[in-house]
């Protein structure tokens, strides 16, 4: 049988097991180094012999010390390495230095919905945003007899969502950290595939004012905000009617919203992974970050975001940032949510899941470095505190939890209009308001999960393709996808997830 | 015209306007007392002549200072009286004393449910437990389906309900927080009226073992648990298909059940306010104080909840504990909590809403007195914190947050299988699991929301009943919709709101 193990840099010693069913005991692998027990496929090998305290080194990076003598050809697990101090933030210093020329790409471009402020749509929904929890049964209800009986009416309009979110009320709305909440509900009413048309339902004796969640250039709220206390409504049956009426208004001009060509710079890609395994530094993320490059060198936008996975890592992308404010701003986020987790007595290592350790991934130095590669190689132009929305076109750390839904709603309220998410443990995620396009890190997964990945990036371990081949094959999907001409396989199986508020602020 | 002001004891220097549309300046009141202003229904008028720093009293308590010279007639709101500090817990001891017998109540039944473990159901529900986020496009996708495909054939069920919530994964599963979420998923799905018929659906690479949520005694996690990742599902026809055969077995077993005659005892009354105004005070929580007293003494179980609104009337509660225990235990759940808020820059003053202001309620204080009033009079036989199962009957403490979501779904949690809540400025509030009574705190919002409130407790305010005569009414419906004889304004619409977690840990 043929064993195929990967390194990633020549300083590594350790590799990880390609094999799909792992490898035996007695197998040999690279020059001649024999397994000294069976090891599953995503783990490690010893490929020297640790003495204790020894330093395992991945993607030429220490991902941890040996706190046992390790033989060459031993199973590598997260119970025989011991976890690294995260690099100290004091410790990274700055140096502007000439940043790698970004080779321009023209030509490329997709269908998508144009708006007014300059951003696309890559669909046409008409959301509903809430201003509490309260009204969120009113509005589900609502949105069944919108999709039932005035959707058919308008179709130009893809889809009717509402924004239910356990905020608005209950909650310390003066605290400081109230701002994050906040400012994701305002921003995600500007989501680019909301076509301007925003419309909220409000109760009317909330904390959060709904005026509150209106773009500042909005003074007239006639037109988008409804309170269902509003004394004109007699019972139950006329806020129906009241919404039904106020829905009508906003699909008549969403429907006359019509695809156009629009250039790739258009594009607003959220990549984010979930369930990851060792092969997802391999495959789905290097996969996922070339055509992120490819994205920014259209003049498109790309987010990366999940702070503990991006912590470990923070001094390989410092030396990234397009200023020394940028470099400053990567390093803030890191240490507010360092300051977070402290106060809840936890820090960066609550991050990895039973399902990274049993996918190989044995702490989160090793998962951070894989992580951090579908950022791509491109210089980072600006960070974005939760909640808030792009500045700038270009390479974006958008500053989130790693929590798969809080990170795909902080993104969506920075703008994002299309999700780019790589798995390796499989993951049935997606999301009404943008496509979620699906990455397998091993195709393993993605032939067992053949209705629900969208792209396997398994090939890539095997040699049989490479990371630019397949990179470009993504970015080409993503364009068919924003397009309308290709579905993503939540939406053919209509399974969406409720987005969730990051609320870093106390209950009441 | 006729001008109707109330007063609540003898002490008191400040009376409500109940008079629907306010009182005009010039009106008279009570013993002369002319108005200097017009007063809003709900609003307290100046009984006397203040100097500034004087005692504001309602309830007999002092619900502030005034911070300015007031004339007798004025109206006196939030801006004018200062908030008083809030009772130092340190300074409540408890003395054990002789407990007003509780007169026993015979006779009363309700048709439930009855459960193995001896509680009983008000409706009988097919649960669908999750163990995160992730799976819950894939429950919403089912319980549709469920509901058309198999829930005709087992009329003995009345619905199925997905506990989709944001918690399993991307959170700090070891910091000391944690335990409050997770208890709380775990016991939700032992409440009374999903009849022990426990059903998971995990990912399977989640943080949150689905393991963790079966009760202690059950070892067999057989025909409970179903993984989405299980190798065995070739995608997500066979999930769905998987999914259907395991509620199918479960529906079969709930089908069994029959409504049976139940003592009141088994009922688990969960009291709650939301959307207060003055008349909460004044009508819909006496009258729901008066029937939690009925319940109590028929050997049932009520609870009331709400730290926030309960910490400023501590001092009238630790009287009431059972046991120095109990008081203890009280005083704890105030000082966690208000520890909690500090941590996030915030104090229990952040609790009241623009709406409660809107209201009459001028702060904390004053809400709190009127809160703490529906849990009627009898002793306090245990504290529950937060996610935690009762261990008794009578009235229990149940201390949660007071966000109307965040207490309905602990109070599920312990055990909870009848909501009653108070509202005064309305809210569609509902929930799928057990039926929600809404009582109004006025007639006002109760003619206008006609086919959203189950219970006006306005006429209390003009003497047309009293608060004895309503407490019987509604402790004779809390009967009837336990039963299933009544159905409540929400489970006919059909609306319901979705649970929501407390989870004072960090995400990561
Ligand atoms: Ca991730
Ligand atoms: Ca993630
Ligand atoms: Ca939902
Ligand atoms: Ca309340
Ligand atoms: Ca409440």
Redesign the interface.
């Known amino acids: 049988m043929q064993t195929i193990v990967i390194k990633t840099t020549p300083e590594d010693n350790v590799a990880i097991v390609a094999n799909p069913s792992g490898l035996d005991r007695g197998a040999v692998v690279l020059n001649g180094i024999v397994l000294q027990e069976p090891i599953p496929m995503g783990h490690k090998v010893a490929l020297k012999a640790f003495q204790e305290g020894d330093e395992v080194i991945r993607y030429g990076q220490v991902i941890g010390f040996a706190n046992q003598l390790i033989r060459e050809g031993s199973w590598i697990n997260e119970r025989i390495i011991s976890l690294p101090q995260p690099p100290n933030l004091e410790d990274i210093p700055y140096v502007q230095r000439s940043l790698p020329e970004i080779e321009p790409l023209e030509g490329y471009t997709f269908q998508g919905y144009k708006n007014q402020d300059g951003s696309a749509g890559t669909k046409n929904v008409l959301g509903i945003t809430t201003s509490v929890?309260?009204?969120?049964?009113?509005t589900?209800?609502i949105c069944q007899k919108i999709k039932r009986e005035l959707l058919p009416l308008y179709p130009n309009v893809d889809d009717v969502v509402a924004f239910?979110h356990?905020y608005g009320?209950?909650?310390?709305?003066?605290?400081?950290?109230a701002i994050v909440p906040i400012r994701t509900i305002q921003h995600i009413a500007q989501n680019p595939n909301f076509g301007g048309e925003i419309m909220i339902i409000g109760?009317?004796?909330?904390?959060l004012?709904p005026e509150r969640l209106l773009p500042a250039d909005q003074n007239s709220a006639d037109s988008s905000i409804l309170y269902?206390?509003d004394?004109a409504?007699?019972?139950?049956?006329d806020m129906v009617d009241g919404i039904m009426q106020l829905a009508e208004k906003h699909l008549q001009k969403l429907n006359q919203r019509k695809r156009t060509t629009c250039p790739a710079s258009d594009l607003v890609v959220g990549m984010q992974c979930?369930?990851s395994d060792a092969f997802s530094g391999l495959t789905g993320n290097p996969v996922s970050g070339f055509a992120a490059d490819l994205i920014v060198r259209t003049g498109g936008t790309v987010f990366f975001s999940e702070v503990?996975e991006v912590r470990d890592a923070i001094h390989l992308l410092v030396p990234r940032a397009v200023d020394a404010n940028v470099a400053q701003a990567l390093k803030d986020e890191m240490a507010w949510y360092d300051a977070?987790?402290q106060?809840?007595?936890?820090d960066?290592s609550?991050?990895t899941?039973?399902?990274?350790k049993?996918?190989g991934l044995s702490n989160i130095v090793e998962k951070a470095l894989g992580s951090v590669v579908k950022s791509g190689t491109s210089p980072i132009v600006d960070v974005i505190s939760p909640g808030e929305k792009i500045r700038k076109k270009g390479l974006n750390f958008v500053a989130t939890?790693?929590?798969?839904?809080?990170?795909g709603t902080l993104q969506l309220a920075a703008g994002m209009n299309m999700h780019v998410f790589i798995t390796g443990?499989?993951?049935?995620?997606?999301l009404a308001m943008v496509p979620v396009l699906k990455v397998s890190s091993n195709s393993k997964l993605a032939n067992?999960?053949?209705?629900?990945i969208d792209f396997d990036a398994g090939p890539v371990a095997f040699g049989t393709k490479t990371i630019e081949e397949m990179g470009w094959e993504l970015f080409h999907l993503i364009l068919d996808v924003a397009s309308g001409t290709k579905k993503v396989?939540?939406d053919k199986?209509?399974?969406?997830?409720?987005l969730?508020l990051?609320n870093?602020?106390?209950?009441?």
């Open positions: 929890q309260c009204v969120a049964g009113i589900d209800f239910n356990s009320c209950g909650i310390a709305i003066d605290a400081p950290a109760l009317g004796c909330e904390k004012r269902l206390q004394e409504f007699e019972g139950f049956g979930g369930g503990t977070y987790l106060q809840g007595r936890a960066r609550a991050n899941t039973p399902g990274n049993g996918g939890p790693a929590s798969d839904f809080v990170c443990r499989g993951t049935p995620y997606g067992r999960w053949h209705d629900l396989a939540t199986l209509g399974i969406h997830n409720d969730v990051f870093p602020g106390p209950l009441t």
